[in-house]
């Protein structure tokens, strides 16, 4: 498994998130840099882990504002590999993004407009480079009626039948409120259900017990922001992850 830092940018700024209540974040404070420009917080995730890889949640475009491309190209331009949700709602939308060099676009259940999108951004985007992120609040999915299901398990599988190969679960309830990641059960339904699918989750990360449990759930990429600033996990930890 491998960790994968986030950066909730919003105005500009790299945010704390909490709970999903986007209009209580608040610029972050982080031990690993006084500053919250995200190439800064990029850079000092470089410097203290020897991370390369990045998740970009575009808190603004998420929320239907224009998506902060100048941001992913400053942070491409630097080496990072960017995982990046936009908020996308229709699969034209993926086109900047890609001309941004960004690796992986995310395709967020929260924002984009039904299962056709996404079997479109499959075309457009390639399997390779398209994630879809299956977006709960408290275990439920934040969408709409125009899945066949309004469960977890069977809208990943229609997703899956749709052509995706990789997947996120994050569930917004527990990001950043110490409760832990909350999803390694149906982590590990996912992962025996679609044993061939490239399994991510995150929201909530504690500490090492966190990442070893959802390790064992099947987990190959885990989003971490809060626990790496707070140094609940440090070098030394993530030295031991990639060691696995």
């Known amino acids: 498994m491998r960790i994968l830092p ?3 940018l919003m105005n500009g700024q790299v ?8 209009t209580e974040y608040k610029p972050i404070v ?26 970009i949640a575009d808190l603004d475009a998420i929320a239907g504002m224009p998506a902060a491309l100048p941001f992913y190209q400053r942070l491409a331009r630097h080496g990072f590999r960017l995982w990046v949700d936009a908020g996308l709602r ?9 001309e941004c060099r960004v690796n992986t676009v995310v395709a967020g259940l929260e924002t984009m407009d039904g299962p056709g999108v996404l079997a479109d951004l499959v075309e457009r985007v390639t399997p390779a480079r398209l994630v879809f992120s299956l977006d709960l609040k408290n275990g439920r999915p934040l969408s709409d009626r125009s ?13 899956v039948a749709l052509g995706v ?11 950043g409120v110490g409760a832990g990641v909350g999803t390694e059960a149906l982590c590990r339904r996912l992962r025996g259900a679609h044993p061939h699918v490239e399994l991510t989750a995150g929201g909530g990360v504690r500490g090492s017990a966190d ?8 987990v190959s990429w885990l989003l971490i ?11 030394a930890g993530i030295a031991a992850v990639a060691a696995t």
């Open 15 to 22: 945010v704390r998130g909490v709970a999903g209540r986007r």
């Open 90 to 98: 229709r699969a034209a939308d993926a086109g900047a993004l890609l």
């Open 225 to 235: 922001a809060s626990a790496l600033h707070d140094a609940r996990i440090d070098r």
């Open 147 to 159: 899945w066949r299901s309004g469960e977890p398990l069977d809208i990943a599988a229609e997703a």
């Open 30 to 55: 982080s031990r690993l840099t006084t500053s919250t420009d995200p190439v800064d917080v990029a850079l000092a995730f470089r410097e203290h882990f020897g991370f390369h890889d990045l998740y």
């Open 165 to 175: 190969q990789r997947l996120l679960v994050l569930d917004l309830a527990q990001v």
């Open 211 to 218: 990442v070893e449990m959802m390790r064992r759930a099947g």
């Open 6 to 8: 986030v950066i909730d």
